[in-house]
C-alpha cells in the first residue's frame, strides 16, 4: 500500500472541497441566511404576538446558525484538510515515521523500534513519485539510511551505507576494506539475540572515515556469498570468491549493509541503491513498546 499517494489523494480531495467551501458555498450559505433572517425580521411584529422578545432572539439565531451550518460532507472533508496537508508536508519533506521489521540491523536497531527518518538531508524530493527537485547534501559512509528495494519498490528497507559512488568495497572474511583502507574491529561481550534465542560475536566496527558502530557475526555462517541475484544492475561491478566479495559503486548508487551481517539480505545479494530510491536518514528511536529506554538518537 502507497500511503504516499492515498495521503497525496485525501490532500486533493479534501482541498478541493476546502477551496469550494470558501469560494462558493459559504457566500450560497450566507446569502441564504441573509434573505431567511430578513423574512423573519419583517414578521417580527407579528411573532412577537405569541412569543416574547428573548424567543424572538434565539430563534433568529438558530435560524442563522441552521442556514449557515455545512452539509455533513463538506464538514467532514474542508475541516480535515489543514490538518491532512500539514501532515503531509511534514512526512514528505521534514521526518517521517518507520517500524523495524525485521533483525538485520540488530544490534542497532531491534525489531518493533519505531525511528524517525530525516527527509532532507539527502534533498529536498517530490512526494509519491520521489524525484529530487533540491540537492542538499548525499548519503556518507556510515549513515543508516531507508531507501526503496530496488528490486520491489513498494517495499522500504533499512540498513547501513558502507560504499559511495566511486568507492572500493571489499568484505573478506566479514571483515570490511573500503578503498584499500581496512576497518578495525574491536571484540565486544557476545550479544544475545533474543529472536533467535542464540549468540553472535559482537563487534565494535570503525569504517574509514572514523565511524563507528555495533555489528554482529555468528561463527558457524561462511564467509562466501551464496544465493547472490546473478544479474542486478552492475552485477560486473562486483567479483565474488570463497573468502566473500569485492564491488566497485557506481556513479549514482550506494552500497549497503545491515548491521546483523549473517542475517541481513543487502547489497552483496541483490546489488546496488540507486539514488533515485534514496528515502531518507534515520537519527532516531522514538518509541519501544517493549523498552522505552531504547527511545532516543543513535549512531
Not at 439565531?61 to 503531509?88: D, G, H, M, N
Not at 529472536?195 to 565494535?204: D, F, M, P, T, W
Request: aromatic letters at 12%; proline letters at 6%.
Amino acid at each position: 500500500m502507497n500511503f504516499a499517494l492515498i495521503l497525496f489523494v485525501l490532500v486533493v480531495i479534501t482541498g478541493i472541497a476546502w477551496v469550494a467551501d470558501k469560494l462558493v458555498f459559504a457566500r450560497q450559505r450566507r446569502s441564504s441566511a441573509a434573505l431567511a433572517l430578513a423574512e423573519f425580521d419583517a414578521q417580527r411584529q407579528h411573532r412577537q404576538a405569541v412569543s416574547g422578545p428573548s424567543d424572538l432572539d434565539r430563534s433568529r439565531a438558530k435560524l442563522a446558525e441552521e442556514k449557515l451550518r455545512q452539509p455533513w460532507w463538506l464538514e467532514y472533508s474542508a475541516s480535515f484538510f489543514p490538518v491532512i496537508l500539514a501532515v503531509f508536508v511534514l512526512r514528505s519533506f521534514v521526518v517521517e515515521p518507520f517500524k523495524i521489521p525485521s533483525g538485520s540491523m540488530i544490534p542497532t536497531l531491534l525489531i518493533g523500534d519505531f525511528i524517525l527518518v530525516n527527509k532532507y538531508n539527502y534533498g529536498i524530493r517530490l512526494p509519491v513519485v520521489n524525484k529530487k527537485i533540491m540537492d542538499i547534501g548525499e548519503p556518507q559512509r556510515g549513515d543508516v539510511m531507508v531507501f526503496r528495494y530496488p528490486k520491489d519498490e513498494s517495499l522500504d528497507y533499512i540498513k547501513r551505507v558502507i560504499g559511495v559512488p566511486g568507492d572500493v568495497v571489499r568484505y573478506e572474511n566479514k571483515k570490511l576494506t573500503i578503498n584499500g583502507k581496512p576497518a578495525e574491529y574491536k571484540q565486544l561481550p557476545d550479544y544475545l539475540d533474543e529472536e533467535r534465542l542464540a549468540y553472535s560475536k559482537h563487534y565494535l566496527e570503525t569504517l574509514p572515515g572514523g565511524v563507528q558502530h555495533g555489528i554482529l557475526n555468528d561463527s558457524d555462517r561462511p564467509a562466501f556469498i551464496a544465493g547472490a541475484d546473478p544479474d542486478f544492475p552492475f552485477r560486473d561491478n562486483c567479483t565474488y570468491n570463497q573468502l566473500g566479495l569485492t564491488c566497485k559503486v557506481p556513479e549514482g548508487h550506494y552500497f549497503v549493509m545491515g548491521d546483523n551481517r549473517d542475517n541481513s539480505l543487502d547489497s552483496r545479494y541483490w546489488g546496488f541503491v540507486p539514488d533515485k530510491n534514496i528515502v531518507g536518514r534515520a537519527f532516531m528511536i522514538w518509541m519501544n513498546l517493549g523498552n522505552f529506554g531504547r527511545v532516543g538518537s543513535f549512531k
